[in-house]
């Protein structure tokens, strides 16, 4: 593992003494974010007895709220089983041990698929809807019609593991994120959890004498004039899910957004007698994070929210935790759909075979980046290209249907010849020839660019997956009394590859595990009440 310090070392983040200052409020276990990794901790934590307050930069929901709301799960999950899937943990434990590789030890992975089926269940008791219906081609996101499908590179690994669909969408039209998220929230309110909106974590409290974190200092826009409050609000939205297709336009209003967190933000202190779990997010919006850690994935497209800083892993740090993966930056070039596409051949600008194409969106991704140049074009024929048109309508939602049209118009060149479609390309014409040898295709031949560098109409999205190092069994931040880390800002499941529906997968499975930890810390001499 790499364990690197953060790069960002501002004096005023580091953590500062305890009982210096009578705090604002206390809490048995202060959550600072509410994604689903947050929404985990403080159910679990609430379900144990604790008082639990949750605080977010923003509204709360996070990257979680935009997401397609897919959950890895598998071993036998209802939806499986009424979908006729067989499967088992350990099937879903040796396909998952080649795609996680050493990032958690094989107990903790092994515990990951036992439980996956009974986390369904625990997430579907809270009111997430999931349902059974199953896709029955390969694509990166299934349509409204469609919500258990192979979100991963399974079958490209059917020798080591019976292959399984394990990507419950959560059911909901469109990206179903945004239900996931909402339920999660109306479940941890239903459970007593307190939200602070609009308040930032900016520096932990510690207790000088043993080091235990003891609470947050954060600035707050509860006391701003509602005018304020109310454009904070409407600037974050917009720079939210716009803004992660129109990137300057999401810039410009975030930059809006934080000047009145500058301008009519109060400091706030937030005691917490048990401990504090970190569950910020990642960092693909921390722009000197990103270039120390993953100068590679420049030009990818930033999936997330600018809530996705770094301030959680950087609070860790500051604390004195430490980090791994940092470098691991999950890049998504997708071939489907439509599915006919995985009919094509993936080659390079020497016109060598990049990949296969069958495998997950994320791997094609990464050998993409590590081609020459980061191109590749994908090589298709006549009648390959007819049908990934008649399948476009059919087999894609609005996100992905302007990209598949543009992909098949724009973002093709054809020839009659390999060699032609090569040159036009800018393809090397006899390695694609050699390369493709034998090949059977009917002209004329058609090259799709999807390269990952390129500025296109169909940029590569990335999130980040690596974070602070916890302990495995109870999510603690090691080396941190009293501090606990969970999804993106913390190492998991999905830090050194993902798959589709990995992150949440992990976000639940760790947020659970540093709620249920926290819960069960001692109180540390602090009263438990509200200020
Ligand atoms: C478009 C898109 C689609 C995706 N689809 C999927 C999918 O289908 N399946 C999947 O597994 N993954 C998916 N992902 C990735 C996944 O959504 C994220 O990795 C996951 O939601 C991270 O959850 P989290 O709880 O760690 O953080 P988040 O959900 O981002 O929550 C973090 C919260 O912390 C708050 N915060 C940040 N800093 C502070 C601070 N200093 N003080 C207080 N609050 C703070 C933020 O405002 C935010 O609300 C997708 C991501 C995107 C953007």
């Not at 990949?355 to 994320?362: K, L, P, S, V």
């Not at 069994?473 to 998991?492: D, F, I, K, N, S």
Request: a positive charge.
């Amino acid at each position: 593992m790499d364990a690197t310090t953060a790069p960002w070392d501002d004096p005023s983040s580091r953590p500062t003494a305890a009982l210096d200052r009578t705090d604002d409020l206390t809490a048995d276990v202060v959550v600072v974010g509410f994604g689903a990794a947050g929404a985990c901790a403080a159910i679990e934590a609430a379900e144990a007895g604790a008082t639990v307050l949750v605080l977010d930069r923003f509204g709360g929901g996070g990257a979680t709220a935009i997401s397609g709301g897919v959950v890895y799960a598998g071993g036998g999950t209802a939806q499986q089983r009424a979908a006729g899937v067989t499967d088992t943990p350990q099937a879903m434990y040796d396909y998952l041990r080649q795609e996680a590789g050493d990032a958690v030890s094989a107990d903790t992975l092994r515990r990951f698929c036992d439980q996956s089926a009974a986390m369904v269940d625990w997430l579907a008791g809270l009111g997430v809807p999931f349902d059974a219906r199953l896709c029955p081609y390969k694509t990166s996101y299934p349509t409204n019609r469609h919500y258990l499908y192979y979100s991963g590179s399974e079958t490209a690994f059917a020798e080591v593991s019976p292959p399984a669909p394990r990507g419950h969408r959560v059911y909901a039209r469109g990206t179903s994120g945004r239900v996931f998220a909402a339920r999660l929230t109306a479940a941890a309110r239903d459970r007593g959890v307190e939200l602070r909106e609009q308040t930032r974590a900016e520096r932990l409290i510690t207790d000088p004498d043993t080091g235990r974190v003891t609470g947050v200092e954060c600035r707050t826009l509860r006391a701003a004039p509602a005018w304020a409050r109310l454009t904070h609000r409407v600037l974050h939205r917009w720079s939210v899910k716009p803004g992660v297709y129109l990137p300057g336009l999401g810039r410009v209003l975030h930059r809006r957004a934080a000047g009145i967190e500058r301008r009519y933000g109060r400091p706030l202190r937030i005691g917490a007698a048990r401990g504090v779990v970190l569950s910020a997010g990642g960092f693909v919006f921390n722009r000197p994070m990103m270039r120390e850690h993953a100068p590679d994935y420049r030009g990818g497209l930033r999936l997330g929210t600018p809530g996705d800083d770094g301030s959680g892993i950087l609070l860790g740090v500051a604390a004195g935790g430490s980090t791994a993966f940092l470098d691991r930056v999950s890049i998504w070039r997708f071939l489907t759909p439509p599915s006919a596409m995985l009919g094509g051949l993936l080659v390079d600008r020497d016109g060598r075979h990049v990949c296969d194409e069958t495998r997950y969106g994320a791997a094609i991704g990464e050998a993409v980046l590590r081609s020459p140049g980061g191109r590749a074009w994908l090589l298709l024929d006549a009648p390959t290209v007819k049908q990934c048109r008649s399948q476009v309508r059919e087999q894609t939602l609005w996100f992905q249907r302007w990209q598949a049209y543009w992909l098949l118009t724009a973002g093709r060149v054809t020839g009659p010849t390999l060699p032609a479609v090569a040159r036009r390309a800018g393809v090397d014409p006899a390695g694609l020839v050699a390369t493709v040898g034998a090949w059977g295709g009917s002209p004329p031949y058609s090259m799709i660019d999807v390269s990952i560098r390129k500025r296109a109409a169909a940029p590569a999205p990335m999130l980040t997956l690596g974070g602070l190092r916890v302990d495995e069994e109870t999510g603690q931040v090691l080396g941190v009394p009293g501090l606990y880390a969970a999804g993106r800002t913390a190492v998991g499941i999905c830090s050194r590859s993902y798959v589709s529906g990995l992150s949440l997968a992990d976000c639940v499975f760790s947020g659970r595990r540093a709620g249920l930890s926290v819960a069960s810390e001692d109180r540390g001499g602090l009263h438990a009440h509200r200020g």
